[in-house]
T-cell receptor, first 113, second 115 residues
Framework: AQSVAQPEDQVNVAEGNPLTVKCTYSVSGNPYLFWYVQYPNRGLQFLLKYITGDNLVKGSYGFEAEFNKSQTSFHLKKPSALVSDSALYFCAVRDYGNNRLAFGKGNQVVVIP | DAGITQSPRYKITETGRQVTLMCHQTWSHSYMFWYRQDLGHGLRLIYYSAAADITDKGEVPDGYVVSRSKTENFPLTLESATRSQTSVYFC??????????????FGAGTRLSVL
């Protein structure tokens, strides 16, 4: 079965510093990978996805993610973090053959002013 | 309003009672999903539906029932609520084809407490 792992429970970063949220995946076949963000008391919002093509994917709110096939990773990045980026971030992988997504446990990002 | 809406937003019930959580989407998306979110577990899929009258179990289906008589609605029923079903429940939908295929759009969630 497809799965993703988010090794860190919480990431703390100073405002203005680069932000990285890590994700590794395990799939059979080509991976379809996603990042979502969840603000307090809200549903998940789509940030970006990798299906094929360029290994650097750009998404909403200045976020990007780098797909690395040899390291089976799909890390989320932002060059300069904002306090408003403080949220819960989920990595997900599509289950092959259907539209199901398997989500990681999530990373709490705290951006310190 | 367009989008995906869940009701109620908050619900308190007692052990043994039947509870139905509602989900309605206005996009005519083929796929709909129910997840529960718990600390330490992330999001876990309860049930999903590929189209009206087609449903299938997810990772944690026990104790839940779904139906999908119309494309836009996907209610989730807890037949006899237990304390372990205290959670935040999210409904989502996605297209089957097109550039947005596989992107899931989420409702705001229902916070359910079973006492």
């Amino acid at each position: 079965a497809q799965s993703v792992a988010q090794p860190e429970d919480q990431v703390n970063v100073a405002e203005g510093n680069p932000l990285t949220v890590k994700c590794t995946y395990s799939v059979s076949g080509n991976p379809y990978l996603f990042w979502y963000v969840q603000y307090p008391n809200r549903g998940l919002q789509f940030l970006l996805k990798y299906i094929t093509g360029d290994n650097l994917v750009k998404g909403s709110y200045g976020f990007e993610a780098e797909f690395n096939k040899s390291q089976t990773s799909f890390h989320l990045k932002k060059p300069s973090a904002l306090v408003s980026d403080s949220a819960l971030y989920f990595c997900a992988v599509r289950d092959y053959g259907n539209n199901r997504l398997a989500f990681g446990k999530g990373n709490q990002v705290v951006v310190i002013p | 309003d367009a989008g995906i809406t869940q009701s109620p937003r908050y619900k308190i019930t007692e052990t043994g009672r039947q509870v139905t959580l509602m989900c309605h989407q206005t996009w005519s998306h083929s796929y709909m999903f129910w997840y529960r979110q718990d600390l330490g577990h992330g999001l876990r899929l309860i049930y999903y539906s590929a189209a009206a009258d087609i449903t299938d179990k997810g990772e944690v289906p026990d104790g839940y029932v779904v139906s999908r008589s119309k494309t836009e609605n996907f209610p989730l029923t807890l037949e006899s609520a237990t304390r372990s079903q205290t959670s935040v429940y999210f409904c989502a939908s996605s297209e089957q084809t097109g550039v947005a295929k596989n992107i899931q759009y989420f409702g705001a969630g229902t916070r359910l407490s079973v006492l």
